[in-house]
C-alpha cells in the first residue's frame, strides 16, 4: 500500500511540475518566444499600405496600420525603391545600430500602442505581433536595410 501511494505522489508531483511549466512558458513567452533575438521581416507596398508575408506563420499580405505605416515611411526615406520590399530588422532588445526604439504605451483591441520618441508617432501592432512574441514586449528596436 505505501508503495502504490508512493507512486501516486511521484505522478502528481510530476503531472503539477509539467502544468506549473508549461503555465510559466506560456505566461513568459517561452513557447511562442522567438528562436532568435533578431527578426526579420521584408515589408513591401501593396493597395496603398505597407505589408509582410511570413509564410511559415500563415500571414500573407499582413497589413501595418494606425500609425505604423507613417513609422516605416521615415525609417525608409533613404532606401530607394523601398515599396518593392526591403529588410525590417528588429528585436525586443537593443542591437547594434539599431534606428527606431518603439516604447509600449497600451493593450487595445487586441493589440498594442507603441510610441515612437525619433519620429513623434504612435503605432498599433495588431495580434499578429504574439506569433513572435507570446507577451508584448515593453519596447521594440528596429532598423530598416535595403535588400
Not at 43 to 58: E, K
Not at 117 to 134: F, Q, R, S, V
Request: contains cysteine; positive net charge; hydrophobic residues 45%.
Amino acid at each position: 500500500m505505501k508503495k502504490f501511494l508512493l507512486i501516486i505522489a511521484f505522478v502528481i508531483v510530476a503531472l503539477l511540475g509539467t502544468t506549473a511549466y508549461f503555465i510559466y512558458q506560456s505566461q513568459f513567452g517561452g513557447m511562442n518566444a522567438p528562436s532568435n533575438a533578431l527578426l526579420v521581416l521584408k515589408p513591401y507596398q501593396h493597395a496603398g499600405s505597407w505589408v509582410f508575408d511570413d509564410m511559415r506563420l500563415g500571414l500573407i499580405k499582413e497589413p501595418f496600420i494606425a500609425g505604423i505605416p507613417e513609422i516605416i515611411d521615415k525609417m525608409v526615406e533613404d532606401i530607394p525603391n523601398a515599396g518593392q520590399g526591403f529588410r525590417l530588422i528588429f528585436s525586443a532588445n537593443p542591437f547594434p545600430n539599431y534606428e527606431a526604439k518603439l516604447v509600449w504605451t497600451k493593450k487595445q483591441n487586441g493589440g498594442n500602442w507603441y510610441y515612437c520618441e525619433k519620429y513623434d508617432i504612435e503605432g498599433w501592432l495588431c495580434p499578429a505581433m504574439y506569433k513572435y512574441y507570446g507577451k508584448a514586449p515593453k519596447e521594440f528596436y528596429a532598423k530598416a536595410e535595403a535588400l
